[in-house]
């Protein structure tokens, strides 16, 4: 997969265009585990497709690019275990709440990366940025509780909730390892690795659980393929590169904008409805967004 490029489309526009594309993961991982596939096997198989067609490219097209140094090794490698479990939290959280409720929660990530951001004075964001998120997060509250919670047959709503958190929390340290890795050696490679390492994280406990199987009829097979093609290789690619001009606070309240469009599609193909009340606190939640973005600061 080439390089994006963004001088052809506004920075914000691709940063849009990645959060779509995530935002369609969760229809598609209801898919799968309706199909009978497992978090962590979901998981697995849409980051193995992932990076073997990075590989691939990368093996034809980048044939004599300069080796990755250790430092960056032992980050991506570390970044792959947290976008794991990442994934295997977020997924499993859907088989006990909505995808509404699943997507806001996993979309609190601004939260923790602001959080870890106060340790750095220099990488604090400005006062708009805490104004848009407390925004944001009122928005977020108007969406999750005003709608129905648990919609799976095991677990229990709160630990579908705890699960969304956990993958929120995960994805953090990911932004933070990757930012400067991607500098050195660009979108595409950092990713390609990324996910790589990612799959082979997730391969002992799949084995473990016995979730590595491939999948077995065609509804998994389109579940992974689909994961693997939308959200993994355009939308999570454009994510990272978007951290090429965002700082990954900036980044990560614009995820923000995953969870209304996860739960539009929800609505249309779920049967999942959005009461009157959930749309206006979708609504201040991209005003909050819109805040966030701005007040990001350098880096965080």
């Not at 790589?196 to 659980?209: E, F, I, K, R």
Request: hydrophobic residues 55%; glycine residues 10%.
């Amino acid at each position: 997969m080439a390089e994006p490029r963004g001088s052809r489309l506004a920075p914000g526009a691709l940063l849009v265009c990645g959060i779509c594309a995530v935002g369609s993961a969760a229809l598609l991982a209801r898919l799968g585990l309706q199909a009978g596939l497992g978090p962590l096997q979901l998981s697995l198989w849409r980051l193995t497709i992932a990076a073997a067609i990075l590989v691939a490219w990368d093996a034809a097209k980048y044939r004599n690019s300069p080796k990755i140094s250790r430092p960056d090794s032992v980050r991506i490698a570390i970044a792959g275990v947290c976008l794991a479990i990442h994934f295997a939290t977020w997924i499993a959280s859907l088989e006990m709440v909505s995808v509404a409720l699943s997507t806001l929660l996993v979309a609190t990530t601004p939260l923790w990366a602001g959080l870890y951001s106060l340790l750095i004075p220099s990488k604090r964001p400005r006062r708009v940025f805490w104004a848009g998120l407390a925004a944001a997060f009122v928005g977020m509250a108007l969406v999750s509780f005003s709608g129905e919670r648990f919609v799976g047959t095991g677990g229990s709503a709160s630990l579908g909730e705890i699960l969304a958190v956990s993958g929120a929390v995960a994805i953090v340290p990911m932004l933070l390892l990757v930012q400067d890795v991607q500098l050195r050696l660009g979108t595409r490679r950092t990713v390609t690795w990324l996910y790589l390492a990612a799959a082979v994280a997730l391969l002992g406990p799949c084995l473990a659980t016995g979730q590595a199987d491939v999948p077995h009829n065609a509804a998994g097979w389109a579940s992974v393929i689909g994961m693997a093609l939308g959200p993994q290789l355009v939308g999570h690619t454009l994510l990272n590169h978007a951290l090429h001009r965002f700082s990954a606070s900036q980044v990560a309240a614009a995820t923000l904008l995953e969870p209304v469009f996860a739960s539009m599609l929800a609505w249309v193909l779920l049967g999942e409805r959005v009461t009157p009340l959930q749309a206006a606190g979708g609504a201040l939640l991209l005003f909050g967004v819109g805040l966030a973005l701005r007040g990001g600061g350098t880096a965080a």
